[in-house]
């Protein structure tokens, strides 16, 4: 059992305000399915732990994978000589604090065998090919990881979390002639098994399969500027990429922000509101505490427009003269915490997604967005589109494939005039700084007036 307090009294010995202890221990478990066959079934364990200290608004961090007291006793020594801005002695009493949610897991994933697993994977791969004879590969991949952490800080606070992350993916290629198209269709949260059988992976095969047959079919977008309905099932690539990156505070105080600087400025339409928050049940992006020990918050980032404030650390935090707002993440034992989303979203509004579309005479309904780009710098983004219609008096017309959405994301947060009374999660893990993190994201159906559609000329 490691003895906290004097390893942080250690860390803090030469200098520095604040010091933290992160031990953790994962266990990731993975099947694969690849061209009709199972290549691989991994499991594993690691166990590691991470102390930094925080001094003159700079970080030093180290970490090891030898969790004992000596070991965690040398590794404080090391950090220590990072400070070197006088010596000094710190009483630390330490408290374990309760969290103020609390998530159940309804079904644990060692309920099932690895067999019954390996053959539920397999399902879903007979599932995507039997779709249509036009579907030539066909991945399917099961993951679960069990994390378990605990924390201590030199302010007292003792805090741990357990954690289960479970996800499943269905990635398929079609093909009629020279045109290519593919389907993908992910699930996933902070859950057990109790998330399939609410969205069984042969459904998400099913999903995914279909969209990729129906996009071969499909005519080629046209290029230009018209308006957009963003389907509430489109996924939050426009709210995470868009908005969520440029509102972490550690870019937001570099200058690598468009909205640095900008609280308490108008930079939405009235009808927009922003929040990021981790106490959701079953969310991929929740957690009882984050990596710093602060409980899980609910942020409101963005209020009927304006910018209330920025999703911080405790190192940003302290740059400001603000409080961590419980967005303080790593990877894993081995990287340093930074400012990082967890479920954000657009909140849903008051608009019928019936009447929005009915609205719209003309223009680009889209149903699920891909991949994207976005220069935090000045919010200008480029977005594909993985399925796509056009709007023909109100209606939904032919799809189309091969359509990217251009703009700028404070221009089109202002630009938004009608936001849905519904609300739609996507999944994903968030890259910044070399580290990944689990996250989900969502938004109600919007309608965009006018945003560059990327396509065919003529």
């Known amino acids: 059992m490691i003895d906290f307090s004097p390893v942080l009294k250690k860390a803090l010995s030469r200098g520095g305000v604040y010091a933290d202890i992160y031990l953790e221990r994962s266990m990731p478990f993975s099947i694969v399915c690849e061209d009709g066959r199972i290549e691989k079934v991994l499991s594993g364990m690691d166990h590691g732990a991470g102390?930094?200290?925080?001094?003159?608004?700079?970080?030093?961090?180290?970490?090891?994978?030898?969790?004992?007291?000596?070991?965690?006793?040398?590794?404080?020594?090391?950090?220590?000589?990072?400070?070197?801005?006088?010596?000094r002695s710190v009483d630390i009493n330490l408290n374990r604090r309760r969290p103020h949610v609390d998530f159940s897991v309804k079904k644990a994933p060692e309920s099932m065998s690895t067999q019954d697993k390996t053959a539920m994977v397999m399902r879903a791969n007979r599932t995507a090919r039997a779709v249509d004879a036009r579907i030539r590969q066909a991945m399917v991949v099961y993951r679960e990881s069990r994390q378990s952490i605990e924390i201590a800080t030199s302010t007292?606070?003792?805090?741990?979390?357990?954690r289960l992350y479970l996800t499943a993916l269905v990635h398929v290629v079609a093909a009629d002639g020279d045109v290519v198209q593919t389907g993908y269709e992910p699930v996933g949260g902070s859950a057990g098994l109790e998330l399939l059988d609410d969205y069984p992976l042969e459904k998400a095969a099913e999903a995914a399969a279909r969209r990729a047959i129906r996009m071969l079919s499909a005519r080629k977008a046209p290029a230009g500027r018209m308006p957009v309905v963003l389907s509430s099932d489109a996924g939050g690539t426009m709210i995470h990429e868009a908005v969520g990156h440029g509102l972490e505070a550690d870019l937001a105080q570099s200058g690598l922000s468009v909205?640095?600087?900008?609280?308490?400025?108008?930079?939405?339409?009235?009808?927009?509101?922003?929040?990021?928050?981790?106490?959701?049940?079953?969310?991929?992006?929740?957690?009882?505490?984050?990596?710093?020990?602060?409980?899980?918050?609910?942020?409101?980032?963005?209020?009927?427009?304006?910018?209330?404030?920025?999703?911080?650390?405790?190192?940003?935090?302290?740059?400001?003269?603000?409080?961590?707002?419980?967005?303080?993440?790593?990877?894993?034992?081995?990287?340093?915490?930074?400012?990082?989303?967890?479920?954000?979203?657009?909140?849903?509004?008051?608009?019928d997604p019936r009447e929005i579309l009915r609205s719209t005479p003309k223009g680009l309904f889209v149903k699920k967005m891909g991949g994207g780009q976005v220069n935090t710098v000045n919010g200008d983004f480029v977005f594909e589109v993985s399925e796509g219609y056009l709007i023909e008096?109100?209606?939904?017309?032919?799809?189309?494939?091969?359509?990217?959405?251009?703009?700028?994301?404070?221009?089109?947060?202002?630009?938004?005039?009608?936001?849905?009374?519904?609300?739609?999660?996507?999944?994903?893990?968030?890259?910044k700084d070399g580290q990944g993190s689990p996250v989900s994201d969502a938004q109600p159906t919007l309608r965009i007036p006018e945003i560059v559609v990327g396509g065919v000329v003529g």
Do not use: W
């Open 259 to 351: 909205y640095s600087n900008r609280v308490g400025e108008r930079i939405a339409s009235p009808l927009i509101t922003v929040v990021d928050d981790a106490t959701l049940p079953g969310k991929r992006g929740s957690f009882r505490f984050d990596d710093e020990a602060t409980d899980a918050e609910r942020t409101v980032l963005v209020e009927n427009g304006m910018l209330k404030t920025f999703m911080y650390d405790r190192l940003t935090a302290m740059k400001d003269g603000a409080a961590s707002t419980g967005n303080g993440r790593r990877e894993s034992y081995k990287h340093r915490p930074i400012p990082r989303m967890t479920n954000t979203m657009i909140l849903p509004g008051g608009s």
């Open 51 to 87: 102390i930094r200290i925080i001094f003159g608004q700079r970080t030093a961090y180290a970490f090891t994978n030898e969790v004992t007291n000596s070991a965690l006793m040398e590794l404080a020594e090391a950090v220590s000589h990072a400070a070197a801005d006088g010596a």
């Open 156 to 162: 007292g606070v003792l805090a741990q979390d357990d």
């Open 393 to 431: 008096n109100g209606n939904l017309g032919d799809p189309v494939r091969g359509a990217t959405l251009t703009g700028n994301g404070p221009q089109v947060l202002l630009s938004i005039d009608q936001v849905g009374s519904d609300l739609g999660f996507s999944i994903g893990t968030c890259g």
